[in-house]
Structures are given as C-alpha cells and as structure tokens.
C-alpha cells in the first residue's frame, strides 16, 4: 500500500490491468522503489515525479530547465529488479536469472558474434549459461543506453569484453573491447543465481551498489518499504 500510494493515476491504472496478482505486485514494487530513488536523488517528494517518453522511447524524468540532469534504467528478472542512476552520463542496466536455455546455440549464432558463438559453445556444459547471459546481459545494457535492445532484434554483432570476467570457467581468447571507447560495460553478480551488467558512456565510472528490500513494513529507514542490505562497489 506504502509504494502504491506514491503511483501516478496512470501507473496504478497500468497496474490493474494486469492479470496475475504477481505482474501487478511486481508493477508497484518496482515503479515504487523507483519513485522513492529519484525522489531522494532530486529532493522531492517520490508521488510529485514526472516522467515523460524520450527520445528512442526512454523513460526520463521531467525536470526544471535550471536543474542538473539525472540519468537512470531499469530491468528487472525473476524476483530481482536492478536500478542505475547517476548525474554523469547515460546508463543502461539488465539483469537475468541463469538458467538452462533451450537451443541456446541458435539463439547465440543470431545475437552474438561468431567468435563469442565459438568460445561459448567451446566451454564446458556447466559454464555455457553463465557465459551466455554475460554476454546477453553486457550486449542489452549497451543497446538500452544506446536506445535500443536485443528483443527489438537490434543486436550488436561486434563482439566485446565485459569487465570483469563474470565466471571463471572462461576458456580460449578473450574477445576485444567494444571498438568504441567512450562506451565501458561492467558485469557483476546481484545476488546469488543472478547475473547482470551495467553499460555507460564514459571510459570510466565510479559504480557503486546498495541492495534493498521493499519486504518490510511502512514507515522504517525513512522510506516506504526500503530497506538496506548490503552495499558494494561494482
């Protein structure tokens, strides 16, 4: 109810068209922490935010004229949703639950490069879906910040080094860096069984992460159903 509260009518109308309680649970909890953020990073109050569509269809926040940018993503996987939010730069962000993908072959030959393909199907059994959704993961925040993603069929066929190495069950030679120098990508591990990456237009960035949880009564830590867990540097 806390984070339901803070929706716009637009959002909580959204909300109910969902069909399965769990869609529509997911909704609130994941626009409302994000209210809750960019209320604490602008000063204002989570329920007063405005957002608009952007350019390529991004999300962003209406702002004064007078007041410095902010950037933020999201995405979400399973019963984990990832932010990213900075003043520096555009940023992109994905998360994706490892697990077993059936005919992952076909989907690596049409998403990723024919190098990455053959190194991946080169790994032992038990390293391919890690490696995979590295790579699934570095390549959709890239495209995100970029204004696009994998599931629009606008894949990145290049092929690119995320850093740092997400498993080391990685063989043979490391693919090159994205060509580009201005674009970095970093993949690191949410939490356990989750892989994700977060992808930024700048050679280098000062990433640090906060994990909370919006499972705990109202009014504690100062926000509506947040609170701290652990906190880190990516």
């Known amino acids: ?34 209210r809750t953020l960019l209320g604490s990073y602008v000063e204002r109050s ?3 935010l405005n957002f608009t569509i952007g350019e390529n269809g991004k999300l962003e926040l209406r702002r004064d004229s007078r007041g410095p940018a902010i950037y933020f993503n999201l995405s979400h996987s399973g019963n984990v ?13 994905d998360v994706e639950y490892i697990r077993p993908i059936p005919h992952y072959e076909r989907i690596a030959l049409e998403f990723l490069s024919q190098s990455e393909a053959e ?14 959704f590295n790579l699934w993961t570095g390549k959709e925040a890239l495209l995100k910040v970029m204004g696009d993603g ?10 690119f080094l995320v850093e ?14 994205v060509s580009t120098t201005d674009w970095t990508v970093r993949s ?12 930024f237009r ?20 100062g926000s509506p159903g947040l609170a701290p867990q652990n906190s880190g540097w990516i």
């Open 1 to 34: 109810p806390a984070l339901q509260s803070i929706l716009s009518h637009r959002e909580r109308a959204r909300a109910e068209r969902f069909r399965f309680l769990r869609n529509k649970n997911n909704h609130i909890i994941s626009r409302g922490i994000l």
């Open 46 to 48: 989570p329920s007063k």
């Open 81 to 93: 949703a990832l932010y990213a939010i900075t003043r520096d730069c555009p940023i992109g962000v």
């Open 119 to 132: 190194i991946l199907v080169a790994l032992p059994r038990e390293c391919q879906s890690r490696r995979f």
């Open 150 to 159: 994998l599931g629009n069929g606008q894949a990145i066929r290049d092929p």
């Open 164 to 177: 740092p190495r997400a498993s080391n069950c990685t063989q043979g030679p490391a693919p090159p860096r």
């Open 188 to 199: 690191f591990s949410p939490t356990l069984g989750y892989i994700a990456a977060v992808a």
């Open 202 to 221: 700048k050679p280098s960035l000062d990433v640090s992460y906060r994990s909370v949880s919006a499972l705990f009564p109202e009014g504690s830590y």
